[in-house]
């Protein structure tokens, strides 16, 4: 059978110039031009008995293509925000700056600690590449990072790290205009800074954002890297509620809008054009950006902002107890049927806790009726409230639930620590005694000077123990055993029996070291 189409007999026929394609030969042209995106011309229902492109099919493709919004950039919403934005540029005097790198630059936080080094990953006091003015006692070193506008009379946010201990803070505004800030209040603990930038009182400003983003949410970081003033990138939330080891009130946003040195203290906005977190950290190995930064949450600089614009400080509430996390195993020696809520490590003495009769191996579960996660979120819920403020408390304690109620105290800004064990004072005193599975030797606490009068004091520890895995070490001292107080490493033994006889997969024990107590679940040898 021929595959020509023979169009003579038809009253309208008349002959082609040009020879007539076959039925095939149209098909496959036309599938390469569409696949190639070459838009045909010549074919029409009116003209061409053979009209492979209006077919319902197609014509339904083409109504769904056009009803799908198209992709659009984010000049409209940048245009409208990169106003509020500042580029903060600061003095310091007396600071130590040895290489342009700023690897010398002294950190606001504590050395060795986590968010020290995602300080350094910024490059010094500023979050920019270089410090200048040289090295040496002395001179000035000058930093730069970012901030915006949170009200037209000029009052803006930025990180506390960019302006702690500056002697002189200047703005750049995205007009090019140059004004002198005042420092009017910085929390250290949640790495954020008020200053109030004066000669006008007509500032564009951005909002805070109310909500919180959505993880997949995009989000646009506007500031200052590597002092390039005014810089934008996009991405998106990568991540909520990140801990960086920066204390008991990280709850950072991560992003993978690249952010560099220099946007530290600038804005992260959501496609709302409103402020959804400020960049404060990256994490890198290199100093740049690698996709991974965080920012703090819009609810977060609300709070800290507003106190410190009313008295230049903040007031977090206190109910004085340490608290750490309870994991699965410290669940089970407990018998709580989930891993959650914080284990009270121990009240501190006079404090609105121990008042309130909370005991150490008490579980936080609740505050005013809302449940709490983990050991960090009682220290922001707690935190967030306001001094004097009553506040409602579930406890499981000693296996029962109960309701505390207490008044928060003041958080203090200082906490100090003091050891009470002297490891060098132990000299001269008995080995101890074995605590058989555990590979650990103990003698009553009262036996050896500097230990106290309370508890077992750990003499010796088998590196290759469960004990030794669980972090115990010398002149550690055991104040509890499966909730019941010991003195004696008998004691120490006849709880772990109990625990054994009960069934337990492991022992809870209070342990006190360096002058902080702790609880710690060890694994218990059956038989």
């Known amino acids: 059978m021929s595959d020509r189409i023979d169009l003579s007999n038809l009253p309208s026929y008349r002959q082609p110039r040009r020879s007539i394609f076959s039925a095939r030969r149209i098909a496959l042209m036309a599938s390469v031009l569409a696949g190639l995106g070459i838009a045909v011309h010549g074919f029409s229902p009116s003209t061409s008995p053979a009209?492979?492109?209006?077919?319902?099919?197609?014509?339904?493709?083409?109504n769904e293509v056009r009803k799908v919004e198209r992709p659009i950039g984010f000049a409209d919403i940048v245009e409208r925000v990169k106003p509020s934005v500042i580029s903060v540029k600061v003095n310091i005097k007396e600071k130590a700056a040895s290489n342009d790198d700023g690897d010398d630059a002294q950190s606001p936080f504590q050395p060795g600690s986590p968010m020290e080094r995602f300080f350094r990953r910024f490059g010094g006091p500023d979050g920019v590449p270089g410090l200048k003015g040289g090295g040496g006692r002395g001179r000035v070193v000058q930093g730069q990072g970012s901030g915006f506008f949170i009200s037209a009379d000029g009052f803006a946010v930025t990180n506390n790290h960019v302006v702690d201990g500056a002697d002189k803070v200047e703005v750049t505004t995205d007009d090019g205009k140059t004004y002198t800030a005042k420092v009017i209040g910085t929390d250290q603990r949640t790495d954020l800074a008020l200053i109030k930038v004066e000669g006008s009182s007509n500032f564009p400003f951005a909002k805070l954002a109310d909500g919180k983003p959505r993880i997949g949410d995009w989000v646009l970081a506007v500031g200052n890297p590597f002092g390039l003033g005014g810089t934008v990138t996009a991405g998106i939330v990568s991540a909520s509620g990140r801990d960086i080891g920066n204390g008991p009130y990280d709850d950072f946003i991560q992003i993978d809008a690249p952010v560099n040195k220099g946007n530290s203290g600038g804005p992260a906005f959501d496609t709302n054009g409103e402020v959804m977190g400020v960049n404060t950290a990256i994490y890198s190995p290199s100093g740049g950006s690698v996709g991974i930064a965080f920012s703090i949450p819009a609810s977060t600089v609300k709070s800290v902002v507003a106190q410190l614009k009313d008295k230049g400080s903040v007031s977090r509430g206190w109910i004085g107890v340490q608290i750490q996390p309870v994991t699965s195993d410290i669940a089970d020696s407990l018998g709580m049927k989930k891993a959650e809520g914080a284990l009270v490590a121990e009240p501190q003495a006079n404090g609105p806790a121990a008042k309130a009769g909370?005991?150490?191996?008490?579980?936080?579960?609740?505050?005013?009726?809302?449940?709490?996660?983990?050991?960090?979120?009682?220290?922001?819920?707690?935190?967030?409230?306001?001094?004097?403020?009553?506040?409602?408390?579930?406890?499981?304690?000693?296996?029962?639930?109960?309701?505390?109620?207490?008044?928060?105290?003041?958080?203090?800004?200082?906490?100090?620590?003091?050891?009470?064990?002297?490891?060098?004072?132990?000299?001269?005193?008995?080995?101890?005694?074995?605590?058989?599975?555990?590979?650990?030797?103990?003698?009553?606490?009262?036996?050896v000077a500097g230990a106290g009068k309370e508890g077992v004091v750990i003499t010796e520890v088998d590196p290759k123990s469960a004990a030794a895995e669980r972090?115990?070490?010398?002149?550690?001292?055991?104040?509890?055993?499966?909730?019941?107080?010991?003195?004696?490493?008998?004691?120490?033994?006849?709880?772990?029996?109990?625990?054994r006889t009960d069934n337990k997969n492991s022992v809870l024990m209070r342990v006190k070291s360096g002058g902080q107590s702790r609880f710690v679940a060890v694994p218990i040898a059956k038989g």
């Open 471 to 499: 972090g115990f070490k010398e002149g550690d001292v055991i104040l509890e055993v499966g909730g019941k107080s010991v003195s004696t490493a008998g004691e120490v033994r006849d709880a772990i029996n109990t625990a």
């Open 358 to 447: 909370i005991e150490s191996g008490d579980v936080i579960t609740s505050v005013n009726g809302e449940a709490v996660k983990d050991a960090r979120e009682l220290a922001r819920t707690i935190g967030g409230l306001a001094p004097g403020a009553t506040v409602k408390l579930n406890v499981l304690h000693k296996g029962q639930d109960k309701v505390v109620n207490l008044t928060l105290g003041q958080l203090p800004n200082t906490i100090e620590a003091k050891a009470d064990i002297d490891k060098d004072s132990g000299k001269g005193a008995s080995r101890g005694t074995d605590v058989p599975k555990l590979g650990m030797t103990v003698a009553p606490a009262d036996s």
């Open 51 to 62: 009209d492979l492109f209006s077919s319902p099919a197609h014509a339904q493709v083409n």
